[in-house]
């Protein structure tokens, strides 16, 4: 029979405003009805107990903020007058066959059978799967200092899969890894997958995005690229590019999955572990602020959330596309081979620190394409959703004074129809750079790097400091001179973000607002996003927190 605490009756409403007391009831193994175990839920925890005669009885404790979802349903005998409900844990355990601790999918299942009656015990356990998301939905892992927006549930997620990128296996780990978890937290989804190269970009360009609330990407980061640019290419890309981001590895770098799963603070996550980590950050759905990078090119403009590369970087990134059916490995068969031919390059490089602000004119500004605004304060609520929907994630517009993402402003100027997002701290590509720009007085580089996550690749760790809303462009820039172990040394320091304590002469790093840079060499690769671009001159302006990415 089981015991309640009848000071609260409803379970649900005591959870969802804080516990007066604690939840309690008796169940029986799902397997086995002759185990028995007393089962208590508290604001922050579930704690489960085996009903012996023994005095080393097992008692487990899971913490909610590692409850993915709980759902009830009858067995699949009819016969059976027991419902069943069962809690889906992912708690960092120790791996099996290596060091340190990892997400580990965890399952409990407990019947219900205390009166004769099916639907009175269904109903038991329907409370009970109630209770369990609504208090997990309140013990989300936010980090302390960070304000987040939530998304609401139920909602409408579109998940955009490249079934190419990597080693072409990202449906199979979609559909043996990422499918469950979106079952087993209640979110709903639609799968788009590309069938081209910018057919992402057009999908969002042209979606209505009033229809959904989040949109996921599964690939590398390359699809990420065409969604970001395809959103600031809509009229409306001030409301557009506010629609929250996910972001599951599924590629060969899957530089900004590892960056978020590093933002999250947990242990380093690499494969499958990593998509893991990526996926439950999802299902909780936890909303923070991302900066994006206008790039101005000769002919265009272009929005980047990563990096932008010259020289070693770009050149090992492209041209390791040949080996792209061996997975991440192919950037360390890439690198061994520049190495064996270093390259140097001349050109110039300027760039804006961070603390000079200065800005140019607005006549000056050579603004020309669509881009972001920030969203107001978004309140940190999760709103459980029926166990029968797949639900995700809507940001909402009220106000609240308490763990929210502030407003950030954004210069925008409108053109009479569309406004456009202002690089005021750029002059035009023809004039030379302001005063209070820093020239670098070298001209022979073997590689600059800007980039803006903390992971340039899923095992390169470029800027532990680093956070996808820190308002910086990190540069890095190596001249000519270093030898070629010396360069290898500095990559391999770089897998657990030491290559800065190399004392590298060579290896110089500012933190920017802004920066240019004009190639002198006929010939080389210019990336933006792991992407080829137009090869020439380019300058770029870190535009703070404009976009919104779903991150732990």
Known sequence: MEKEDVSEPDSSSCLRNGLASVLYGEFTDSQNDSVRFSVSLSESALTIQTISSSPDRTRVVFNLTDCLGCRAYRGPDRGDVGAYFTAYFYPFKRRWMSAGVARQRVEQCFRVALVQDPIANLQEAERWARAIRDASALQAPRRVGVMYAEVRRPCRVMILVNPNSGRCQTMQLFTGHVQGMLTEASVPYTLVITEAKNHARDVVKKADLTQWDALVIMSGDGLLFEVINGLMEREDWERAIQT?????????????????????????????????????????????????????????????????????????????????????????????????????????LSFLPVDDTSKVPKGKSNSTSPPPSMCSSLPCRHIPSSPNQNSVLRCSSRNSNQNTISKTSTETESDGQTKVLLSDLLPSLDQPVPESWTVVKDEDFVLVLAIYQSHLAEDLLAVPGAMADDGAIHLFYVTAGISRPALLRLFLAMEKGAHLDCGCPFLVYEKVKAFRLEPLSPQGVITVDGETVEYGPLQAQVHPGIARLICG
Not at 285 to 313: C, N, T
Not at 317 to 338: A, C, N, P, Q
């Open 244 to 348: 929250p981001i996910g972001i599951l590895p599924g590629g060969s770098g899957n530089a900004l999955a590892a960056s978020v799963h590093h933002y999250s603070q947990a242990p380093p996550a690499w494969n499958e572990e990593l998509l893991l980590s990526c996926g439950f950050m999802l299902c909780k759905g936890l909303v923070g602020a991302m900066d994006l990078v206008s790039v101005h090119l000769p002919s265009r403009r272009l929005f980047s959330f990563l990096s932008i590369a010259w020289g070693f970087v770009a050149d090992v990134d492209i041209e390791s596309e040949k080996y792209r059916h061996v997975g991440g490995i192919r950037f360390l068969m890439g690198t061994l081979v520049r190495l064996a031919t270093l390259r140097v390059y001349q050109g110039r």
